[in-house]
């Protein structure tokens, strides 16, 4: 479960068996977790986040989306 950023409380991650699925990154804070697809940047599922909490997490998932496809592709060796 490769760790790739973290801002605040908020740690972006994915799951190391995850690589069959569109490239997304997922959201924990305590026990709060959110899914966010990558291209394009959308709300996949959520789970304990407010929607001001979630307007937040999805600005720094566009303001970050070049990192975190870029961290995709390299763990699950995609060709680009």
Do not use: C
Request: aromatic letters at 16%; charged letters at 20%; proline letters at 4%.
């Amino acid at each position: 479960m490769p760790t790739i950023l973290r801002i605040g409380a908020f740690r972006f991650f994915f799951y190391a068996n995850e690589g069959q699925e569109p490239a997304h990154i997922h959201v924990q804070s305590d026990n709060r977790l959110a899914k966010f697809w990558l291209r394009p940047v959308n709300l996949a599922s959520s789970i304990g986040f407010n929607a001001k909490e979630l307007n937040e997490l999805l600005g720094l998932v566009r303001e970050h989306e070049a990192l975190f496809l870029e961290a995709w592709n390299d763990f699950f060796n995609i060709k680009r």
